[in-house]
């Protein structure tokens, strides 16, 4: 299994600390979280690591050689004008039409998550979470067992659970899914896309089912988003890797 972290961010919300780092280096007690999210898969057997960078590029690629020397290093130089999908969309040679676990930089969580989401053969999932509807969160409803739509604009009466932004691409829809990231952003021109459009418009022709977590996660936007997650995160460790 391969995983891509999307990490290219600005994490404006977030200064003065990301004057110094990107967003993903920003430290929940003391771990990074690019830390927690590497030895989640790490721990999880998933050792074929691309990451996105873009804002302090230098600085992550540094903390990366040095921490994690088996992580691979894709970057977007475009990261103050495009969207996520644009980063996915350079990730392309490596895991365009295979198997992959896809999440972003600024989400916290559990490393039991990632042991879910890997249960099952060739199954595309999104890791999601029904305590509550969440306004600023990606929601998702369902047809039957499968998600039918992705946004943050699902009503509280419509939505099934809350995206907590960690997915799992079977090889089918690796496909599909980079289809429609190219027909996007070469054919429509357009770069400043969340990399949820393209699912959305994907799911009809791909089968994505719901993996209700047990556990832990919080994405961190801001500074009082940060101090939650330290409150709920509060004596977390990394693993021995």
């Not at 040679?93 to 992959?100: A, I, M, N």
């Not at 249960?119 to 929601?139: H, L, P, V």
């Amino acid at each position: 299994m391969k995983a891509v972290i999307l990490a290219a961010g600005l994490g404006s919300r977030l200064r003065p600390i990301t004057n110094e780092v990107p967003k993903c280096m920003v430290p929940v007690n003391g771990i990074r979280i690019i830390d927690k999210q590497i030895d989640n898969l790490v721990q999880n057997g998933v050792t074929e690591i691309y990451v996105v960078d873009g804002y302090k590029a230098e600085i992550l690629a540094d903390h990366l050689r040095e921490i994690y020397p088996q992580v691979h290093i894709v970057s977007n130089p475009r990261y103050a004008e495009t969207n996520n999908m644009y980063s996915l969309f350079l990730t392309a040679q490596y895991v365009k039409g295979e198997e992959f676990l896809l999440m972003n930089s600024d989400v916290y969580y559990d490393t039991n998550i990632i042991e879910g989401m890997l249960q099952g053969e060739n199954q595309s999932k999104i890791a999601c979470d029904r305590s509550g509807y969440m306004e600023e969160s990606m929601k998702i409803t369902l047809d039957g067992e499968k998600i039918n739509h992705i946004s943050k604009k699902i009503t509280p009466e419509e939505h099934y659970a809350v995206s907590i932004d960690v997915y799992r691409i079977s090889k089918e829809d690796s496909a599909t899914l980079f289809k429609e990231v190219e027909d996007t952003i070469l054919g429509r021109k357009d770069e400043n896309s969340w990399t949820e459009v393209a699912l959305d418009n994907i799911f009809k022709d791909a089968s994505f089912k719901p993996y209700v977590i047990n556990g832990r996660w919080f994405e961190i936007d801001n500074h009082d988003d940060l101090h939650k997650a330290e409150e709920i995160f509060k004596g977390d460790k990394l693993c021995k890797i």
